[in-house]
């Protein structure tokens, strides 16, 4: 799987899989017309949903077992690379894929709100399972396409097949919200090792070393892409990620300000604040009062 094969452009995908070019920007390739091949990496500079039969094994998605066994779809930006493995040997791909090139949307309501589809951003294994009913809707927004496609291109022919591709996007969209509820327990373990984690973190010298946990970091540790997994944590507590880690941190600050022998900066600095001010800024966004207000209120509280 080491040969990286280049894709720029719609019409050399379309080339690679022996399908016609109809449109120079979109295209909805049927997989099953390519010739058998071996796995390789291949980069996009295009869109790229895949509508892989499970069965077909030719998508990495690493050691997953997964609810839905009808179908996946693996979502993949411009720039990216996807990983396929035949294990050496030859197969015949299967399925579909949408893509579409940025230049298609610039200027239209998708283009504007593209960044909002973080699951371009997921991993392969983080791909999004289909029900048997939840396939063929999206199989039928596929024909929806490809009939825009066939019909003699005239001044419709943009608004409608974006406009379709949004729609597809948007159920995606509620299938992904559907895929965070049933696999609830999945979820929640992720959840309980996201607190481990940053219990462990404050535990450990890295506030000082490394400074506060970022998004990513915690999303590395997990083993999960940035975006699903501030998309998990947003669904399962709706709080951000970042808001989240924010919580822990203001947690930790109120136990830890009751310590007398540690100025606040010196609080600021073991929580991994690399300037006093951002930490007494977050604190008092966070409380109410600032930190030097808050250590004084608690002590006219304690009892004599």
């Known amino acids: ?55 077909c094994g030719d998508m990495v998605y690493g050691r997953h077992t997964y609810d839905y066994q009808e179908g996946t779809l693996v979502f993949i930006a411009p720039g990216q690379v996807a990983g396929m493995n035949s294990n050496g040997e030859t197969y015949q791909p299967k399925g579909y894929a949408l893509v579409f090139h940025p230049d298609l949307i610039h200027g239209t309501t998708l283009g504007r709100h ?3 589809y973080t699951f371009f951003g997921y991993q392969s294994f983080e791909a999004l399972h289909l029900s048997s009913r939840e396939r063929q809707i999206v199989l039928d927004c596929f024909s929806k396409v490809e ?32 895929q965070f509820i049933t696999r609830e327990n999945v979820h929640k373990s992720v959840l309980q090792r996201f607190e481990t984690l940053l219990n462990t973190y404050f535990q450990t010298d890295k506030p000082q070393t490394i400074g506060l946990p970022s998004v990513t970091y915690c999303a590395g540790e997990l083993n999960l892409s940035a975006n699903y997994f501030g998309d998990l944590v947003k669904k399962e507590t709706g709080k951000t990620a970042q808001e989240y880690i924010q919580a822990k941190v203001i947690d930790l600050a109120k136990e830890r300000i009751f310590d007398q022998s540690k100025s606040v900066s010196q609080v600021a600095y073991d929580l991994g604040f690399k300037y006093p001010q951002h930490f007494m800024r ?13 250590r004084r209120a608690a002590e006219a509280d304690a009892p004599l």
């Open 1 to 55: 799987m080491d040969t990286l094969r280049r894709f720029e452009t719609i019409a050399e995908y379309n080339a690679f899989n022996k399908n016609e070019t109809l449109h120079p920007l979109v295209s909805v390739v049927d997989l099953s017309k390519a010739d058998p091949r071996q796995g390789s990496r291949m980069y996009f500079g295009f869109y790229t949903i895949f509508l892989k039969e499970v069965k």
């Open 114 to 116: 593209i960044q909002e």
């Open 147 to 178: 009939y825009e496609l066939e019909h003699a291109i005239d001044k419709h022919s943009k608004k409608l097949i974006v406009a379709t591709i949004e729609l597809f996007l948007g159920y995606c969209t509620r299938f992904y919200d559907r």
């Open 282 to 294: 977050l604190f008092k966004q966070r409380v109410g009062q600032s930190p030097n207000e808050y």
